[in-house]
């Protein structure tokens, strides 16, 4: 019920896409014509404008397969706080955590307006979200279990963390020490 809920609030924000998703997915459209990532085609001063790495090549795929570029970031947008909210749920779950404080911190996302506009401005926010959240969990039982399966799940969340905002570098920075203080002292 509670992505019922988002998605209801969601809807409500449907028309609303940030300017900067429209410079990414232009960017995305000139790569997936194999134009390469330049902002006008032909140019010879090729111009880095967009933000995040990973959106453009996320937004690649609606161009690549005739899909419509803007309502499929949409949907990315939002499929990445939906299964944010599930991981989050299901961690707690198997972290024995109470499911009525769980379903409050779920609902922190679910029911937020805030949240719901991330989720489908078109840009790499929620997605970003999403990454960070499964870093984290990975950090968390890399720190408890010293399992390299935990390691790569929270170092390859990392990659395309970075990979999808720049400044979460700082974020890795401080997690990779974090474990390492964990796993070494």
């Not at 960017?27 to 140019?43: D, E, Q, R, T």
């Not at 499964?134 to 963390?161: D, H, K």
Request: aromatic share 10%.
């Amino acid at each position: 019920s509670l992505i019922a809920i988002f998605t209801t609030i969601s809807s409500r924000f449907l028309w609303f896409t940030l300017d900067d998703g429209y410079i990414t997915l232009r960017y995305s459209k000139h790569l997936a014509n194999g134009n390469g990532l330049v902002w006008n085609i032909m140019s010879n001063n090729p111009v880095e404008g967009y933000t995040s790495f990973l959106w453009v090549l996320i937004g690649a795929v609606p161009h690549i397969f005739g899909l419509p570029a803007v309502t499929f970031v949409k949907v990315v947008g939002a499929l990445a706080t939906v299964a944010s909210m599930i991981i989050l749920y299901l961690y707690g779950r198997r972290r024995g955590l109470n499911r009525v404080f769980l379903a409050i911190g779920c609902a922190q996302l679910g029911v937020s307006p805030a949240v719901a506009v991330l989720s489908i401005q078109g840009m790499e926010t929620t997605t970003a979200m999403l990454l960070i959240l499964i870093a984290s969990i990975g950090a968390l039982e890399l720190a408890q279990t010293y399992s390299r399966r935990w390691a790569a799940v929270m170092n390859v969340s990392l990659l395309l963390g970075m990979l999808s905002r720049p400044d979460l570098v700082i974020y890795a920075i401080i997690l990779e020490a974090s474990i390492a203080g964990v796993l070494y002292y």
